[in-house]
């Protein structure tokens, strides 16, 4: 027993091997340091249970290297999406443009006029770096941006419904990924749900009905993961708006999604945009920056400016409140909007752009590549745009489907999901399938790379 604990290499040994040194930079040293005492401390306890010989150097190298890559995982890590989910909520929904990044890296690395005025000389408001170009943009009257979409909402709730009463129909009481509720929310806001009309059919006169001398509030929301259909009645966003502007009462309506344009020019049904909602007069309407606008995650209301300026100066914007970056980013984004052929900047629409022919051709490229290490077919696929929009809506793609030699798609998509970078993508009918419509053609050669070294085990 004694032989085999010499025969137990040193700590620095370990740690000079270049397959444990490469995780240095992305845990750090002491990480990697830890890892390998834990696997010596694993042989130790294992000899002096059994009496056996020590673990192999190889051994050795593979417990270590295990913990740090389960380590690695906890972290933020980059992933080539071959799901087909243009807007995958798990995966980071947008990719940044690389406008948005320049910004990023701009301001971050050093000082900035985040909360300066330059020409007077004196403090200054964050949100008026990105408050014009919001205007511009979406054709509103004035804008606030928050640090996500309930964020945004639980700031007009607590500005304007706190121990009063909100009326919202019963076919938009939603609820989206993460158990994100409004019911729930508007309960934590402070105010009082009052519910009208039935599931599947909601007229005007319900809305009248229920209003009250507590009524602070007329609210629409955005049904962005289901549909109704079939025997239904829903109120009018320009009726609504009439209402609230008869009863003296404002309006919202949360958009979620975030289109500052129609989807229809890449095929897709159309989404409401931001600007038809200010058209059918809402006063205040909150929507994502990282869903269809394609930017950072932030929370955007716009609006009636005097409604806006009460949002300013409720304390809780203070806890609300985004960071430089995303400001930076956010505004990087919007100004693509108006820059002629910016949009195709942005690469969610960079994504939507090819035909099923053209990703047919990257995918056949990618069959020759993988050829010899497996079954690979090209296949016509089908995508979703996700991030709460358009949810009935396919996104007609294609890609590869592989078939290991081994049968076991599964353990193919684990090693796939264990690589650096991780792809990940859907097991379908004995087959490991990755969409390309969601991976930039730039990132080709590096999936290639990942799945041979997954297919050869």
Do not use: W
Not at 308 to 313: F, K, P, V, Y
Not at 400 to 414: H, Q, S
């Amino acid at each position: 027993m004694d032989s085999a604990f010499r025969e137990l290499p040193a700590v620095n040994e370990l740690l000079d091997e270049p397959a444990l040194v490469a995780f240095a930079k992305s845990l750090g040293p002491s990480a990697v340091k830890a890892a390998v005492r834990d696997a010596l401390g694993d042989a130790r306890r294992r000899i002096a249970a059994d009496g056996g010989s020590a673990p192999s150097f190889a051994t050795l190298v593979a417990s270590a290297s295990a913990r740090l890559v389960h380590a690695e995982t906890e972290s933020l890590l980059p992933v080539l999406n071959g799901t087909g989910i243009l807007l995958h909520t798990n995966l980071g929904r947008a990719p940044l443009p690389d406008e948005a990044l320049d910004a990023i890296a701009a301001i971050g690395r050093g000082y900035s006029n985040l909360e300066f005025d330059l020409d007077a000389g004196k403090r200054g408001s964050r949100y008026a770096r990105v408050t014009g170009l919001v205007r511009e943009t979406t054709g509103a009257a004035d804008a606030l941006v928050v640090n996500n979409c309930a964020a945004a909402i639980l700031l007009v709730l607590d500005t304007f419904a706190k121990g009063r009463e909100v009326i919202v129909t019963r076919n938009q009481l939603i609820e989206v990924g993460g158990g994100f509720r409004l019911p729930d929310v508007l309960e934590r806001s402070g105010a009082v749900l009052v519910e009208v009309g039935t599931t599947n059919r909601v007229y005007l006169r319900d809305v009248e009905g229920a209003l009250s001398p507590n009524t602070a509030l007329l609210m629409r929301t955005h049904p962005s993961n289901y549909r109704i259909e079939g025997f239904v009645a829903d109120v009018a966003a320009r009726d609504l708006a009439a209402l609230g502007r008869r009863a003296g009462l404002p309006t919202l309506e949360d958009l979620g999604s975030g289109a500052l344009v129609d989807l229809a020019a890449y095929g897709l049904p159309h989404e409401r945009t931001v600007g038809e909602a200010l058209a059918d007069g809402i006063d205040l309407i909150t929507f994502s920056g990282d869903k269809l606008l394609g930017g950072p995650q932030a929370g955007i209301i716009v609006g009636d400016p005097a409604l806006i300026g009460r949002m300013r100066a409720n304390p809780l914007l203070r806890a609300l409140r985004v960071d430089k970056v995303t400001l930076a980013a956010l505004a990087a984004t919007l100004r693509l909007y108006l820059e002629p052929g910016g949009i195709e900047r942005i690469p969610l629409y960079a994504m939507l752009r090819p035909s099923v022919d053209e990703l047919r051709v990257r995918a056949r490229a990618l069959q020759a590549a993988l050829g010899p290490l497996a079954d690979v077919e090209v296949v016509v696929t089908s995508g979703l745009v996700g991030g709460g929009a358009l949810p009935a809506a396919a996104v007609p793609s294609a890609g590869i489907a592989l078939r290991p030699r081994d049968g076991d798609a599964g353990a193919l998509a684990e090693r796939a999901r264990g690589a650096r970078p991780a792809v990940v993508a859907r097991v379908e009918d004995g087959a490991f399938i990755v969409d390309v419509r969601t991976i930039p053609p730039e990132d080709d050669a590096r999936l290639v790379a990942v799945l041979r070294t997954a297919l050869a085990g």
